[in-house]
């Protein structure tokens, strides 16, 4: 009974932990197009609705050396609208940082534009996916986590009493 308890037990904090667990809480997306590695993170992370979330970009060549003097247009759309539109901008020294409020929860596409002069003479289109939760997005998981958790529980412990 015992072991079954605690066996129930720690599948529910491996659960709960996974439910909860947010891939891009404190880490860097990366894309690599042609020469070019792109980075990038935003803090708050995740963005939050309402508040202004700072979108730090990174360009590097593939070595890894910062790249002075990009180009690049940074476009924001949410369900195929166009949102925001900035530049053309000039990134020096390979970081730059901007600056959105995200009206709503959802799923956002950055685009970041690079024209590449230095190669191929052609757009680069770097795409990321940030998702800004709602007040539903932490809720949801960890009731379905619970609920599996505790249906596992029961069949467990109605197999140990009938058998």
């Known amino acids: 009974m015992r072991l079954a308890f605690l066996a129930i037990t720690i599948a529910l904090l491996i659960s709960w932990q996974q439910a909860f667990a947010d891939p891009l809480t404190g880490q860097v997306t990366r ?12 803090a708050p992370s995740p963005p939050q609705a309402g508040q202004p979330a700072n979108i730090m970009l990174r360009i590097a060549g ?7 003097d990009v180009p690049i247009q940074i476009r ?6 166009a949102l925001e539109r900035a530049g053309p901008l000039v990134v020096p020294s390979g970081h730059y940082n901007y600056t959105y409020t995200f009206a709503e ?13 230095a190669y191929s003479g052609e757009v680069l289109t770097f795409t990321f996916f940030l998702n800004v939760p709602g007040p539903a997005d932490y809720l949801f998981p960890g009731i379905g986590a619970a609920a599996a958790a505790t249906v596992g ?3 467990i412990l109605r197999r140990r009493r009938h058998g």
């Open 31 to 42: 894309q690599r197009i042609g020469n070019y590695d792109f980075e990038i993170a935003t």
């Open 62 to 68: 593939v070595n890894g050396d910062d790249l002075l």
């Open 76 to 81: 924001i759309e949410k369900d195929n609208h």
């Open 105 to 117: 929860p959802g799923r956002y596409a950055l685009f970041v534009d690079l024209r590449d002069y």
């Open 153 to 155: 529980a029961i069949v």
